[in-house]
Structures are given as structure tokens and as C-alpha cells.
């Protein structure tokens, strides 16, 4: 009662900022004492980061540039590796925060909105990870915020279009799935006059400028590499083999509930009912969230849709959430939300703390082996004269040259065809290492063609790791004198 309301806003912000900042604090406190074993495609993105290019067979560069950065503060160590994530999603955030706050101008629930959103299962587990969902998010929820300054100022300056096409470039630059929040645009400006008037003008040239500079040397990249990540993305999707599935279409819309969070999806869900009666600026943000989702359960029907593939639209629905929460009949329904979105997070940190303990709740128990691995072949490596490095798997390869990154000889990956089928077969060539003992890792044997070009072969080891429902088997091969 003796507070007056600017103290209590101050008080709530003051709040919400330390609850996030402990979380942000234990996930970098988690991440350093867990020392996970890299995912394959992490280490894959650390071996880009140490050669900067304007993009990568798979995907395009930010992530690396991003994890050069990293490196170059704290170090080549997994930790060091994976230190944005949470650091990222501790400032998306905050834009969720402001983004709530431009629209419903209660403190309160914006916080609500920024912490059920931090805490987001999606979001808990991809803070002990580094992928290009932590930038695309970052970029999606400062988009979010941009466009809504844009949207409810009466007249916006140029410099806000500049600054969306920044943060929209940068997006993309992160994963193509930025490009859903164009569809949605372009969906925007059709159906609602209001979207019209704000982007439909001489300040949005700014922002087609920004985007088309900021993105052209990606491109540009991209030309002179035959668009090799432009046809990688679309072979992800796999549309050459369509074939009719419901089943993957349910698969998929569940596991929007279990990365958005089960509760604050199925309220949001079970509000659409009453979206003919919504204001414009609830519809736009129900638009940008529901679009990427509605998109990829279509693809999922013939195709496939992997179930991360939507988070870009995710900022917006917390922030429609906002809007729905600050209902005064709805307290219930925010403690159900923050409930809920608390219990999946300590789930999964749970799961991640004891996952050496008991493997079969161990979220990265495919890859606990890989140092085990890599010791032997490091010792191998130092036993050999004249020695290079050969893999003839994706995943294998990118690991080794994390792991044995003290080997200063030659590697390169095997290609048995002549289709470049990853980073590897399109930046490393076997010939180069000819003259060269192989010390070859495969989980197989030797090809016929890689017997004709070596003097003999020779069994060095073989390992043995058991894994939750398999067994995996390395074979460490002496390929002599390659040709």
C-alpha cells in the first residue's frame, strides 16, 4: 500500500533480472562442472570456426564466427565452446520482456512472460549445447521487439527498418528458418492494412538495402561453391522420397509441446478458438508463431520435419502469451505455466547431472565415448612414422579433429563417389595424403578401392563401446604407404 507504482515496477524488473541472471549463472555453473562430451556437430562447428568463411556446406557461418569469438576469450574447451548458449538466451529474454511490455504495459506479467520463456524445456536443454537454434532465437526475439516498436510508433524513423534488417540478416546468417518470418511478413502485409502502412513504404527500402548487402557475400559464398548449402538444406527435408504420413504430422505437433512447454502451448492452443475477436497486434504475433509450425507439419505429412526446425517463432508466441496472461481471470493459468515450465527444466538438468550414472536417462550418452576413442587414436598416431589421418564417417571425423587436435599431420575424409555429401568431402582431398601411412578409422572394414591404394593393410585395435540399446564397434586400421 506505501508503495507506489513506479517503486513496484522497479521492484518486479529488479526481480525478474535476478531470477534469470541465477539462471543463466547455474546453466554456465552446470556447463563447466558436466564437461559433456562434444556432439559430432558441435565439433564440426568448432573446425569451421578455426578456418572464418562467409558460409559452410551444411549451414551458414554465424555460429562459427560465433564460436571463434568464444575461443578467442576462453579457450578450445568444450565449456568454451558452448558459453554463448546460455548467454544468449539470458538476453532473448530480455527482449521478450520488452517485447511484452511495449503491448501490455504491466511489468508483472512481462517478467512472467521472459522467465517462462527462459525456462522453456527447448531452451534449458539447448543451453549445455551449442547450435544454430541459440543465434536464430537471439535474432528472432530482437526482431520480435523491433517490429512492435515499428508497428506502434506513429512514425517510425528510418533507422528502426535499418536496424530490422540487421537483426534479420544476422538471423539468417544464423539458419534459414530466419526466412519464416518473411512468409509471415508477406502473410501480414495481405490480410491487415495496419502492417501495410508500416512496411509498405519508402522506410522498408532501408530494410530490403540492409538485408540484401549484409547477406551477399553468404551468396556470393554459396555461388562459387555450387550452393552447396542451399541444396544441403533442401536435402534435409528429404523431399525426393514423398510418401503419406499422419503419424509423422502428430509426432511432430507433440514435440512442439514438449520444446515450447506443455502447459503454455496448450493454453495458447485452446485460446485460438478466439482469434477472429483478437486486436491486430495479437493476430500478428499468433501469425508469426503459427507459421513455421503450420509450414513444417505440412512438410512433415510427405516428408520430414525435424522438431527444432520451428523455434524461430517461438519469441512471438511468448509474447502472445503476455498478451493472454495479463487477463485478471487468468492467475491460475500463470502459475500452471511457470509451474510447469520449472518442473520440465529441473527434469532436464536433472537427466543431464546424472546422466554418467545412469545411462539410460543420459540425454548424451551416444557420444560419452568419444575421448576413450580418441586416446587410443592419438596413441596410434604417435606410434606411426610418416603418419596422416583418415575417417570414412561424418561424424567421426569432425570429432577426431576436436579431440586428437594436438595431430599437426594431414587428414581427410573418405569419398567413395564423386558426390560431395559433407563439409569434409568438399574441403579435404585423400590424394593429399598420399606417400603417407593412414592410420584409417572406420567402423567398418577397408574398401577394395582403398586396398588398391595402399601396400598393405594391418588390424591396429579395435573397440568395443556399449551403449544404451547397442553395441559400437571402431576398427583402427594401418593403411601402409597410401598412393
Known amino acids: 500500500m506505501f508503495i507506489s507504482y513506479s517503486k513496484l515496477n522497479i521492484l518486479n524488473i529488479f526481480s525478474g533480472t535476478i531470477l534469470l541472471l541465477i539462471i543463466l549463472f547455474l546453466r554456465i555453473y552446470i556447463n563447466h562442472i558436466s564437461a559433456i562430451t562434444l556432439h559430432f556437430d558441435e ?74 520463456f527462459n525456462l522453456m524445456p527447448g531452451i534449458t536443454f539447448s543451453s549445455f549445447i551449442s547450435t544454430t537454434d541459440v543465434p536464430l532465437v537471439f535474432f528472432s526475439s530482437i526482431f520480435c521487439f523491433i517490429f512492435l516498436v515499428i508497428y506502434k510508433k506513429k512514425k517510425p524513423s528510418i533507422f528502426y527498418y535499418i536496424l530490422l534488417g540487421l537483426v534479420f540478416s544476422l538471423g539468417f546468417l544464423s539458419k534459414y528458418a530466419m526466412g519464416y518470418l518473411m512468409l509471415s511478413l508477406m502473410i501480414l502485409l495481405f490480410f491487415y492494412v495496419d502492417v501495410r502502412r508500416k512496411f509498405l513504404n519508402i522506410n522498408s527500402i532501408f530494410f530490403i538495402i540492409t538485408v540484401l548487402i549484409i547477406t551477399f557475400p553468404h551468396f556470393y559464398w554459396n555461388y562459387k561453391n555450387s550452393f552447396v548449402t542451399f541444396l544441403h538444406t533442401a536435402d534435409n527435408a528429404n523431399l525426393q522420397e514423398l510418401n503419406l504420413n499422419i503419424q509423422n504430422v ?5 514435440s512442439q509441446f514438449i520444446i515450447f512447454g506443455v502447459y503454455p502451448l496448450f493454453f495458447i492452443s485452446k485460446n485460438l478458438p478466439k482469434f477472429k475477436k483478437q486486436k491486430t497486434e495479437a493476430k500478428i504475433l499468433l501469425i508469426y508463431f503459427f507459421t513455421p509450425i503450420v509450414v513444417l507439419a505440412s512438410v512433415s505429412l510427405f516428408s520430414r520435419a525435424n522438431a527444432n526446425w520451428a523455434v524461430v517463432g517461438f519469441p512471438f508466441g511468448f509474447t502472445f502469451l503476455a498478451l493472454l496472461l495479463k487477463e485478471k481471470n487468468n492467475f491460475h493459468d500463470r502459475i500452471y505455466i511457470l509451474f510447469s515450465q520449472i518442473s520440465l527444466s529441473v527434469l532436464i538438468v536433472m537427466f543431464i547431472l546424472i546422466g554418467k550414472k545412469y545411462p539410460i536417462l543420459d540425454p548424451f550418452e551416444k557420444q560419452r565415448y568419444t575421448k576413450e576413442l580418441a586416446k587410443s587414436v592419438s596413441k596410434h598416431l604417435s606410434n606411426i612414422n610418416n603418419v596422416a589421418l583418415m575417417a570414412d564417417d561424418r561424424e567421426d571425423f569432425a570429432l577426431m579433429l576436436y579431440y586428437i587436435k594436438d595431430f599437426k599431420g594431414r587428414r581427410a575424409k573418405w569419398n567413395g563417389d564423386i558426390k560431395i555429401d559433407d563439409h569434409y568431402e568438399l574441403t579435404t582431398n585423400v590424394n593429399d595424403l598420399a ?8 567402423r567398418t572394414a577397408p574398401t577394395p578401392e582403398m586396398l588398391s ?5 594391418k588390424l591396429l585395435q579395435t573397440l568395443i563401446f556399449k551403449r544404451r540399446n547397442k553395441v559400437q564397434y571402431y576398427n583402427l586400421y594401418l593403411l601402409k604407404n597410401w598412393k
Not at 80 to 91: A, K
Not at 250 to 254: D, H, Q
Not at 453 to 457: I, L, N, V
Request: net charge positive; hydrophobic share 50%.
Open 43 to 116: 565439433a564440426q562447428y568448432w573446425g569451421w570456426s578455426k578456418n572464418l568463411e562467409w558460409g559452410y556446406f551444411s549451414k551458414p557461418p554465424l555460429l562459427a564466427w560465433l564460436i571463434h569469438f568464444n575461443n578467442s576469450l576462453c579457450g578450445q574447451t568444450e565449456f568454451c565452446v558452448r558459453i554463448s548458449s546460455p548467454i544468449l538466451y539470458f538476453f532473448s529474454s530480455l527482449f521478450i520482456f520488452f517485447s511484452a511490455n511495449i503491448l501490455i504495459k504491466n511489468i508483472r506479467i512481462a517478467v512472467l512472460s521472459a522467465v517462462a
Open 250 to 254: 502428430l509426432v511432430f505437433l507433440v
Open 435 to 442: 606417400g603417407h601411412n593412414l592410420l584409417f578409422i572406420t
Open 453 to 457: 591404394r595402399s601396400e598393405g593393410k
